[in-house]
């Protein structure tokens, strides 16, 4: 029988009378209930988050550092449940349920270290002027399916370091592991500082309405930012945007092949392609063109997709029906442009689960669907390139600017032409770091704002100056 989850709300664990079914992306049976929360439960939420935030935005920042770390703590002590409940609700396979569990905690330890330091702008005979930072007040937090433990303690550690409170919404495709952390660190918590409530999409836009709410941070497709944004501006909200991206990987003709296939294969497949930083369009060059896609080709050919309860499981089910289709879709146009293909295509109508084949193209044209959109699946085009100018142009060609990567021996090469790409971050020879200490956001429509690090944690305050004349009348 599928287990009843509460919503976090006020320090107390709380049900509605309806509820949302959760689905096993595997199987498609439900293993789980949350609460169906509207506006009356966002309005208590709410209020408690802005009566906890008078006492929290004055407690000293240590103390605010000692709650985030015994909420890491916390999940640390219950990884091994964790991570197993995240693989039956999301779908990925253990080992990296495992990462997100284990990197979730890493994260708000990392992030509870960091310091917004005043700023003096003068200090002489007649003037001291300094800019200090003053948190923003309530945040609503957005949290999508792919991540969602992950992206969830992302936006909760910096918002509480920073003495806002906070009010989350995780994806209702994925919330069964975010609330049962909620249980796990409401005595760790004081009451109203973190608030997490489940519902239906249409919960997004009350949030992003609230007139209670000060900022919005939120995760996930570029056309739902747009209009979180617009909905933000009603009242000047503070935003946080991290939104799609058609990530390119640019592989030199000195890159070792044997080396980095399997590397370029997991920037693409790993979570089932379901990352934002994904490698989601791979440039080679022509003169190893056709030796690294045979050794691509290969490395897919040994990974097993399937449930991710399963051992041996390298890539498990898309997460959801709606981005299945999707996938299925793009695939499908691949077929009728008869696109050539180098590993899969083919899909089981038949079975339950919302499994794609790994699939690769071989290089499909410039205005392919395959390749101009975001596929946010286990699908990957190859495709060829001459030389260096050529490929940043069409690396650049996309409305999206999240990430990239270059793979070579040259690193200065390297560097020199991720200068000149147009995204918030590029890696040199490896694939989705990102640092707690360093900030992460997108360029063009990839985002506004920026998460991690001092940058990130700024996003939740304001800049306040304080003047003092010091040859004033006394």
């Known amino acids: 029988?599928?287990?009843?989850?509460?919503?976090?709300?006020?320090?107390?664990?709380?049900?509605?009378?309806?509820?949302?079914?959760?689905?096993?992306?595997?199987?498609?049976?439900?293993?789980?209930?949350?609460?169906?929360?509207?506006?009356?439960?966002?309005?208590?939420?709410?209020?408690?988050?802005?009566?906890a935030f008078k006492t929290w935005s004055k407690t000293p920042v240590d103390d605010r550092r000692?709650?985030?770390?015994?909420?890491?703590?916390?999940?640390?002590?219950?990884?091994?449940?964790?991570?197993?409940?995240?693989?039956?609700?999301?779908?990925?396979?253990?080992?990296?349920?495992?990462?997100?569990?284990?990197?979730?905690?890493?994260?708000?330890?990392?992030?509870?270290?960091?310091?917004?330091?005043?700023?003096?702008?003068?200090?002489?005979?007649?003037?001291?002027?300094?800019?200090?930072?003053?948190?923003?007040?309530?945040?609503?937090?957005?949290?999508?399916?792919?991540?969602?433990v992950l992206m969830a303690v992302q936006k909760i550690a910096p918002a509480i370091l920073s003495g806002c409170t906070i009010v989350l919404k995780p994806s209702p495709f994925t919330p069964l592991t975010t609330l049962r952390i909620a249980e796990l660190i409401k005595d760790v918590v004081p009451a109203g500082v973190v608030n997490i409530i489940t519902g239906e999409d249409s919960l997004g836009p009350l949030i992003t309405a609230h007139p209670d709410i000060d900022k919005i941070t939120f995760t996930g497709s570029t056309a739902t930012g747009k209009k979180i944004m617009e909905g933000a501006s009603k009242d000047l909200k503070?935003?946080?945007?991290?939104?799609?991206?058609?990530?390119?990987?640019?592989?030199?003709?000195?890159?070792?092949?044997?080396?980095?296939?399997?590397?370029?294969f997991w920037s693409s497949f790993t979570n089932a392609g379901q990352i934002c930083v994904a490698a989601k369009r791979i440039y080679i060059h022509e003169d190893i063109y056709d030796e690294m896609s045979a050794a691509i080709a290969e490395v897919a050919r040994a990974v097993t997709v399937g449930d991710g309860a399963n051992q041996g499981t390298g890539v498990g089910p898309i997460q959801n029906k709606k981005q299945f289709d999707r996938v299925c879709e793009l695939i499908q146009d691949a077929k009728d442009n008869g696109y050539k293909f180098l590993v899969g295509g083919n899909i089981d109508p038949s079975g339950s689960g919302y499994y794609v084949p790994i699939t690769i193209l071989d290089n499909p044209p410039e205005d392919a669907r395959i390749v101009a959109e975001e596929q946010f699946g286990p699908v990957m085009p190859l495709m060829k390139f001459s030389t260096d100018e050529e490929v940043i142009v069409r690396a650049n060609n996309s409305d999206y600017g999240l990430a990239g990567a270059v793979w070579t021996k040259d690193t200065d090469r390297g560097v020199k032409i991720a200068e000149q790409l147009e995204t918030g971050t590029v890696w040199i020879n490896e694939f989705l770091h990102l640092s707690p200490f360093a900030p992460f956001g997108g360029h063009k429509q990839s985002g506004f704002g920026a998460e991690y690090g001092v940058e990130g944690l700024k996003e939740f305050t304001y800049s306040q100056v304080i003047t003092v004349k010091k040859d004033a009348l006394v």
């Open 1 to 51: 029988m599928a287990e009843q989850y509460r919503n976090l709300i006020d320090g107390e664990m709380v049900s509605t009378a309806k509820t949302l079914d959760v689905i096993n992306p595997a199987n498609e049976q439900v293993v789980g209930h949350v609460p169906a929360c509207g506006a009356e439960e966002l309005d208590r939420a709410v209020a408690a988050a802005r009566r």
């Open 238 to 264: 503070r935003i946080t945007l991290e939104l799609g991206g058609n990530d390119a990987s640019i592989v030199l003709p000195d890159a070792d092949v044997k080396k980095v296939a399997e590397q370029l």
């Open 66 to 148: 000692k709650v985030i770390q015994a909420m890491a703590g916390v999940i640390q002590a219950n990884f091994d449940e964790l991570y197993r409940l995240l693989t039956t609700e999301q779908g990925k396979p253990h080992a990296q349920a495992q990462y997100e569990i284990g990197g979730a905690s890493a994260m708000m330890n990392a992030q509870s270290t960091l310091t917004l330091e005043d700023t003096i702008n003068e200090d002489s005979d007649t003037r001291l002027s300094r800019t200090r930072r003053v948190p923003v007040g309530v945040v609503g937090g957005i949290v999508p399916w792919n991540f969602p």
